[in-house]
């Protein structure tokens, strides 16, 4: 005992954390990266509402009849946002409605049917299609789908620029992420659910929908909306296949301009700077902004409600 309490002041000494320095560069790191990423966040929004502010404050333009105008004709002062939006949300919802469904499907192939072995063939198979360019995805939207949508609904009803084939490709482009983002949430749910429901009598397609899918709504949702976010955002299918004027009209079979291909489209043109044409990019680019971050509001808001109940 008189050992232990003379080598006590040592023995206190030797049990101090030792600086580890790989940890705390580390660490480091992370919170520069966190910080980075905020304040490019934050500079973000200043340019795009400092460049906005200035479009708004043009005596042509109008808060109301930006909002709800019908006519984007900025070389007759027309500035109503509803024709490009509007054919943003026909083929987001045109993409949603592929990805959705098949890549719900894939996903619970992958967590419920797949051997491991194919498991980690066709996964990274399928996150491939995330990586080609999107501008390969709009030419074969434009040179493969509209040809097959011609074909099928006839020359006169499908336009060669038209949000269908748009849409359909988007859903291609998409469904890679929700898939493989789905896939991950249904991994994630306790082995012990699924034996539980397997000794109640349930198949394995019941344990898939009943229990698996329902415990896992809350990352589900995430990808959806995040898919959502993704579709909403893309630009050169869009800019390639949709359309490039804007038009006013709910048939996805007719040529329109959206968000990002106007964009696109006004950005590369001849525009002087500070002109009324330049500025309204940034208000789009600001609306497209509001979309985003509502969406992003309402995943965490799905996300942190259902985690309760599943956790």
């Given at each position: ?176 992420l929700i ?42 949702s995430a ?25 006013f009209t ?62």
């Amino acid at each position: 005992m008189k050992q232990i309490i003379l080598n006590y002041p040592e023995a206190r000494k030797s049990l101090k954390r030792r600086p580890r320095w790989g940890e705390s560069i580390i660490q480091g790191l992370l919170i520069f990266s966190g910080f980075f990423s905020i304040f490019t966040t934050i500079g973000i929004v200043y340019e795009l509402g400092k460049e906005a502010l200035l479009f708004f404050r043009e005596p042509a333009v109008n808060l109301w009849a930006f909002l709800t105008g019908t006519q984007w004709q900025p070389h007759i002062e027309k500035f109503g946002i509803l024709p490009l939006l509007t054919s943003t949300l026909i083929t987001s919802t045109i993409a949603m409605s592929i990805a959705i469904p098949l890549g719900l499907g894939v996903a619970i192939y992958l967590s419920e049917y797949a051997t491991p072995k194919t498991r980690n063939l066709l996964k990274p198979i399928l996150e491939v299609l995330a990586g080609i360019p999107t501008i390969v995805y709009g030419y074969f939207a434009l040179t493969f789908m509209t040809p097959l949508l011609r074909t099928i609904f006839g020359q006169d009803t499908v336009d060669i620029y038209n949000m269908a084939s748009a849409g359909l490709v988007m859903g291609i482009l998409i469904l890679p992420l929700i898939a493989s983002m789905t896939e991950d949430a249904l991994s994630a749910v306790p082995r012990s659910l699924r034996e539980a429901a397997y000794g109640l009598g349930g198949t394995k397609l019941e344990v898939a929908l009943k229990v698996v899918v329902p415990a896992a709504i809350s990352g589900i949702s995430a990808a959806i909306i995040v898919g959502m976010s993704r579709a909403i955002g893309e630009t050169m299918i869009v800019a390639v296949a949709a359309g490039a004027g804007p038009n006013f009209t709910f048939n996805p079979f007719k040529g329109a301009e959206t968000l990002t291909g106007h964009i696109v489209r006004i950005s590369g043109g001849d525009l002087s700077y500070d002109s009324i044409d330049y500025n309204s990019i940034f208000a789009i680019g600001l609306m497209l902004f509001f979309i985003t971050l509502t969406l992003n509001i309402i995943s965490q808001q799905i996300v942190r409600r259902f985690r309760e109940v599943y956790e």
